[in-house]
């Protein structure tokens, strides 16, 4: 079993228009990107995704697909008769991203109360990392969340890192304040929080999270540089350059990827944040949530 896991759900992904007005079909999502980021990062087999997809092409194309990126399916669970959700993305002139989404009958909202849930709840609680966003949370229903939470509240009483990013999307929510509630319950759980002031404005109506939870916090600020809230403490790491973005799809997942790598294997949150702004860096300059293998191992801008 992976010692690292992510937990959500990964998407069908129509890509922006080109000049031609077409779009290619890719997938995406939070967790999975930072998930297959970082299976590239630390090696074959460390990091496994835990989630459920159809039967159909699709899901099985995605499964293999992330199979050859080196991440673990052993928790990814197959639905018969059904298929995986769909996002389409477009872009304004500064390369800022909006969704379109069709995913209500996806099978990752059964993720905790279908099939061999059981097994998915107890390798969370064994695990030595686990990562969530508030997407993951988001398309659960009540008691799905309380059993997802209990697990993590396990594993990190038995000593793992828990991570989140709260990614908040308020068409996911019954209303303001379920989501106050539920990622308030999940930042009290959480040992590592990667945010933004913006996440906390739309979320939380202020951009101060410090009195919310005790956890190792990373305040993402796009270009400028990110902060480390540690130990009542406050640092600022700069990125490595001031880029004009292509797409930056997936360039905080790739953020969270290599900021969670990097604490995975014994380095500091300066070093960690370093890390995390490098991968980002060349994210934003590629199309698409997921960076061609080859791009990644160039190096950043």
Request: proline share 6%.
């Amino acid at each position: 079993m992976p010692r690292i896991l992510a937990v959500g759900e990964c998407m069908a992904e129509l890509s922006p228009p080109d000049d031609q007005g077409r779009r290619c079909l890719g997938y995406g999502g939070d967790t999975l990107n930072t998930a297959l980021y970082m299976a590239r990062l630390l090696g074959k087999g460390l990091v496994g995704y835990v989630t459920r997809l159809g039967d159909d092409a699709l899901s099985k194309n995605m499964a293999d697909d992330w199979r050859l990126e080196g991440l673990d399916t052993t928790l990814v669970e197959t639905a018969a008769g059904r298929t995986v959700g769909l996002y389409a993305i477009d872009l304004d002139d500064r390369g800022e991203r909006s969704f379109t989404y069709w995913r209500g009958e996806s099978p990752a909202r059964e993720l905790f109360n279908q099939g061999a849930y059981a097994k998915r709840l107890e390798a969370i609680e064994r695990a030595a990392l686990v990562y969530i966003s508030g997407i993951t949370l988001a398309i659960l229903p009540n008691q799905c969340r309380r059993a997802l939470l209990d697990a993590l509240a396990k594993a990190r009483a038995a000593g793992a890192m828990v991570a989140c990013d709260p990614n908040y999307r308020p068409q996911l929510w019954p209303d303001m304040a379920a989501a106050q509630h539920w990622m308030g319950e999940v930042y009290r759980t959480s040992s590592i929080v990667v945010t933004s002031p913006d996440e906390e404005q739309r979320l939380f109506g202020n951009q101060e999270i410090a009195t919310r939870t005790a956890a190792e916090i990373v305040v993402k600020q796009g270009g400028a540089p990110c902060l480390l809230m540690l130990q009542g403490k406050t640092l600022e790491v700069t990125p490595p350059a001031v880029l004009k973005p292509r797409d930056t799809t997936g360039a905080g997942d790739a953020f969270n990827a290599a900021y969670l790598a990097t604490r995975f294997s014994g380095g500091d949150p300066m070093e960690a944040a370093r890390a995390g702004h490098r991968l980002a860096a060349k994210v934003i300059m590629s199309p698409g949530a997921i960076l061609p293998s080859n791009v990644m191992k160039e190096s950043a801008p």
